[in-house]
């Protein structure tokens, strides 16, 4: 079955940066877009960010715009999310998730997301 597994979240200064990573099993990994969102304390799941398969073609939330990169290995199945220029406003726990469909300006419905990994962005 679909395991995504994050990792790479902890506690940075704002202005700070991290990375993070997503370890994927379970399916043709390349074939994928996948996504990366988050969830904020007291808030609903907010998409931040999409690659493609081939990681030719990515988006971005207006959020994530300019401070946030996602990228991919597909040799590791691993994809990753830097985040430089963090705000207190970043603050969420983040998934990795496959076949996010979006409407709107929120998520309608995910096929699989991971654990999550929490980040604290402190002013």
């Known amino acids: 079955q679909v395991q995504l597994v994050e990792s790479g979240g902890g506690l940075v200064q704002s202005g700070g940066s991290l990375r993070l990573s997503c370890a994927a099993s379970?399916?043709?990994?390349?074939?994928?877009?996948l996504s990366w969102v988050r969830q904020a304390p007291g808030k609903g799941l907010e998409w931040v960010s999409t690659?493609?398969?081939?990681?030719?073609?990515?988006t971005y939330a207006d959020s994530a715009k300019g401070r946030f990169t996602i990228s991919r290995d597909n040799a590791k199945n691993t994809i990753y999310l830097q985040m430089n220029s963090l705000k207190p406003e970043d603050t969420a726990v983040y998934y990795c998730?496959?076949?996010?469909?979006?409407?709107?300006?929120?998520?309608?419905?995910?096929?699989?997301r991971g654990q999550g990994t929490p980040v604290t962005v402190s002013s």
């Open positions: 690659i493609s398969g081939g990681g030719g073609i990515t």
């Open positions: 379970g399916f043709t990994f390349s074939a994928y877009y």
């Open positions: 998730a496959k076949g996010v469909v979006r409407t709107g300006g929120g998520i309608k419905e995910y096929e699989a």
